[in-house]
């Protein structure tokens, strides 16, 4: 199936309800987009939880290994890994509780979106989480 994103008044809808985001591939230097883009979306009030191995924290925020090591509701998770990697982080994400799965711009896969689609997921792809912000 073509991915169809949402419109844009349901994105900000999303957005402007939203409180708390996984942030997959979150990493801890500053010259990454994921750093970048993350930081601008803790700045405006978003509780963050960087999902990543290989660091401890960002901005403050204790980070986890894997989704699965998640507590509690997400409203949003948002990845950033390739595009190839999607499918498995989807196949990760089902199994807590969250309500929409964001791929950042650049980031398309149909299978993932299918699999997310048959798990009455909402999907965002292909859009920048701070890019839409700025249109609240």
């Not at 708390?20 to 591939?25: F, L, Q, S, W």
């Not at 997310?116 to 909402?122: A, N």
């Given at each position: 199936m073509t991915v169809v994103n949402p419109d844009h008044e349901d994105i900000q809808t999303i957005l402007y309800q939203a409180?708390?985001?996984?942030?997959?591939?979150l990493s801890d230097k500053p010259e990454r987009t994921s750093y970048q883009v993350a930081k601008y979306i803790h700045d405006a009030g978003y509780d963050i939880i960087p999902v990543n191995p290989n660091v401890d924290q960002v901005f403050g925020c204790n980070a986890v290994s894997k989704l699965e090591d998640i507590q509690g509701h997400v409203d949003i998770v948002n990845v950033f890994r390739r595009s190839e990697y999607l499918l498995d982080v989807a196949k990760e994400a089902v199994s807590i509780d969250f309500d929409v799965f964001w791929a950042q711009l650049g980031l398309v896969n149909e299978k993932t979106y299918d699999f997310?689609?048959?798990?009455?997921?909402?999907v965002i792809m292909d859009r920048c989480i701070k890019i839409e912000h700025t249109g609240l």
């Open positions: 409180k708390r985001i996984a942030v997959v591939g997310l689609q048959e798990h009455d997921k909402t």
